[in-house]
């Protein structure tokens, strides 16, 4: 056989080879789940249900999520609603009412103020440290409605600098206010971190009868997040369950804390990721969770496996066929679609650019060539999805915070029907 035609079958093998490389030709219409999701958004006789895209959320799959969360968090440990991401008034007191519950946790002062009206009987910690300013806007503005911010309302201290200026408040005002520490157990984002200032601030509630030391925060959530490196994760948990110990210790000596009331300060940690690790034995005595119960894409986290998804973007189909580049680099689209059959076909939906990616129909995806639009996002497939405009395309958000609020009412489905719209906060960071 002669060196030219050798080349040219091993040149010929080469392409078979790459050919047979190509993705497999996937995709399919919506299951019975997202089928009867999108029966119910149809048959729900509000227009903007189905021809807007709109929040759905499962009230069974929430309720489900809820029993779940339950049965994973420890008896002894109450739990601490994290509102920023249920944001929405009914939404949190179906939650308050199944979890038996009345914690809650708030991290801006628009929020603040509307639990404040809304929830008058609910015991509120800050998740993040305010501006003293907000601090005092809330005073200012707080309802006149029986919510008692003497009893029930805890402000987070990260600093003895900020310390100061919430005693500078205290006293302006002639009240006494709640602080709770925010301690650095490993994030390394914010918080007291060293024994040292710790105790300046401990020094400082100990000279003014107007702060209320009330207990510390230890958010932990890198226990779970960083490399699953052999012992990273082990060590970083018990670091962090070390540091919070040693910190609340330090806190109960300094202020001579009776032993009887020690345990009746608000030590709180976790957060969706880490709830589990806490049983009871260390120094915190409640934990918080929010965004399990309705199971964004990124809690997809081993612990809670047996959680289910329970929000989705709902759009509104507006055109579909052959998919096709800009004029001018329409042969880039040819050859790409050529290699990929599960490019071939583009949706474009009503709106966009969310942070969230498709569900269902299967098989459909962001194109990597044409980009992101807010307008009329496109999406491509193989066309097995069978999808005619006016069908509804279901996306799963990254997160529920700052995103249930992008749609207005939020749509809420149980047994295959529309039986709620729940007005979502106003959106803020």
Sequence with gaps: MNTRRRLWLAGAGAALAGWALRPGLSGAPHDGYFAALAQALRQSGRATDASTP????????????????????????????????????????????????????????????????????????????LPVAAAAAFYVQRPANGFDPGRQLQWLIDSP????????????LG????????????LHRGGFASAAALDEALALLRAEPLLEFTGMMGYDPHVTEIPDLP???????????????????????????????????????????????????????????GSAFVKPAEFDLPHLAACQPACFIATPLLKSGAFMLPSGVQWLGQLLTAWDRNQRHGVFLYGGQWRADPVSPAGLATSGLYGLSPNQQVLVGSGRQQLQPGDTVFLRPHKSEALLQQFGDIVVVASGQVVAHWPAFPPMP
């Excluded at 969706?272 to 806490?278: G, I």
Aim: proline fraction near 6%.
């Design 175 to 186: 009240q006494r206010l709640r602080v709770n520490l925010e301690i650095d157990v490993g």
């Design 231 to 289: 012992g990273a994760r082990a060590s970083a948990e018990a670091h962090a369950k070390a540091v919070y110990t040693q910190y609340r210790a330090q806190a109960v000596a300094a202020l001579g804390l009776p032993a009887a009331q020690a345990p009746g300060l608000c030590w709180n940690a976790a957060g969706s990721p880490t709830f589990q690790l806490h049983d009871g034995s260390g120094a915190a005595n409640e934990v918080s969770v």
């Design 54 to 129: 709109v929040l759905v959320l499962d009230r069974d799959r929430l309720l489900a999520n809820v029993r779940q969360v339950q049965a994973l968090k420890a008896p002894a440990l109450p739990l601490r609603v994290v509102a920023k991401s249920l944001p929405a008034t009914a939404l949190l007191q179906l939650l308050a009412q199944q979890l038996q519950s009345q914690r809650q946790m708030v991290f801006n002062l628009p929020y603040l103020l509307l639990h404040a009206a809304q929830f008058p009987a609910f015991d509120l910690l800050l998740g993040k440290p």
């Design 161 to 172: 600098a900020r310390l100061a200026e919430y005693r500078q408040l205290a006293q302006g």
